[in-house]
């Protein structure tokens, strides 16, 4: 029986999440939260996870976030331990801006949490130079942008060959783009096609799923005084 949720995003309050449903949930989106909190009513206990990011905090495109927000990114996955078979719950990568120590850091927490299903909360990719805020003039082309996109998509997919993913707010850019220039977005190929996948990632709005009656745990990317991952799990 499926009792959790997995979507980009609920809200900026995890406490909140976790009251508001007869269910489990998880969410990515809020960079600067990395937290589970629980619930309960008279008849269970339930939580709730947001995962932080895998962005990297000093790429261009993270410059946004900084003036705004004014909040510190951080850089985290989660897992649902359970007794049968553990899930890894990617966090916000925006691709090709993520951290460049990111892809190194999800094999080992895959490794050391011996998961065997793969979920991501979505933003997988960036789209910056698409964005509807103001884009950096030191950021990469489109084009370079969307090339780099690519080939680290299909690295990933090397690693993770079947995931599922909740659609971000930054993978939608593509159809957003497309409905303000009038164009329906139904013209626009799928998301593997898009970025030469094999399809065995699955795309979804929203994942409800079967944790096994799992526990929620974050994994801290733990950096250095460079910014770069201390190599420990």
Known sequence: MSDTLMTHS??????????????????????????????????????????????????VAARYGASNILKKPINSVGVVVNDNSNFLIISDMHIPYHHPDSFDFLEAVTYAYDCKTILNVGDIVDNHSGSYHE??????????????????????????PKMVISVGNHDLITQRKLKTCGLPASIARDYNQLYELKDTW????????????????LVPMVLNKKGRWNGRV
């Open 135 to 160: 884009s950096e003039p030191d950021a990469l082309s489109a084009e370079d942008e969307y090339t780099q996109a690519i080939k680290y998509c299909q690295e990933l997919q090397g690693i993770f």
């Open 202 to 217: 699955d795309w979804k709005d929203k994942y409800f799923f079967d944790s096994k009656e799992g526990q929620p745990v």
């Open 10 to 59: 609920i809200s900026a309050s995890t406490k909140n999440n976790a009251a508001k449903f007869s269910h489990n949930s998880l969410q990515g989106h809020y960079h600067s939260l990395a937290e589970i909190a629980y619930a309960a009513d008279a008849n269970m206990i339930r939580w709730s996870m947001t995962v932080g990011t895998l962005m990297d905090s000093n790429s």
